[in-house]
């Protein structure tokens, strides 16, 4: 009995969990117009892009070689990017004990008959500075960085879904015409 209530009440969880719309979280899945795009970056084989290109093919995103001849394929620049080291804590000798490590990203969507979209990420981490420890400490901010370029990565392509997937007439460009004739009503479609 106390087996069947048990499977009652998890089938029923499921059932709740899916009907509210609850997903676990996982990769997304690209536009139509964002399975083929270019992308440019300052650095093109450093650590950020390497994350982006991979998030993108994981997401089904074909990233092709940049073609001058062609201007129907969006582009997704990645401008700069800065890595700053805060102190958050000191030890009682006046070393510092702990640190914030913070990733700027600047980066730049440009999808074909619209606008530029400028795409702005950060990303902060806590990192213990133990002196007793150098090798260790090394490795662990090595990992440290890794993760932050994948987590910044994937706040680039969730910046650039939500860009991609504008209404047509909200634009900047559309926005921009509209407000010099007349007023806009955002409600109607």
Request: aromatic residues 6%; negative net charge; contains cysteine.
């Amino acid at each position: 009995m106390r087996q069947h209530i048990l499977t009652l009440l998890l089938s029923l969880a499921v059932l709740v969990t899916a009907g509210c719309g609850f997903h676990l979280r996982s990769n997304t899945q690209m536009q139509t117009k964002l399975h083929t795009l270019y992308l440019e970056s300052y650095d093109p084989f450093g650590p950020l892009t390497r994350a982006v290109r991979e998030q993108l093919r994981l997401n089904g995103s074909n990233v092709v070689p940049y073609d001058a001849a062609r201007h129907d394929i969006p582009t997704l620049r990645i401008v700069t990017s800065s890595l700053g080291q805060d102190t958050v804590s000191i030890f009682q000798d006046g070393k510092t004990a702990e640190y914030r490590l913070t990733l700027s990203v600047q980066a730049q969507a440009l999808l074909p008959g619209d606008d530029l979209y400028p795409i702005s990420v950060t990303v902060s981490r806590a990192f213990f500075d133990n002196p007793l420890t150098a090798l260790a400490k090394n490795s662990e901010q090595n990992i440290i960085l890794q993760e932050m370029h994948q987590q910044a990565a994937q706040q680039i392509l969730l910046k650039l879904l939500s860009v991609s997937m504008q209404p047509q007439d909200l634009t900047p460009t559309a926005n921009a015409s509209q407000q010099a004739g007349s007023t806009v009503d955002l409600n109607t479609p």
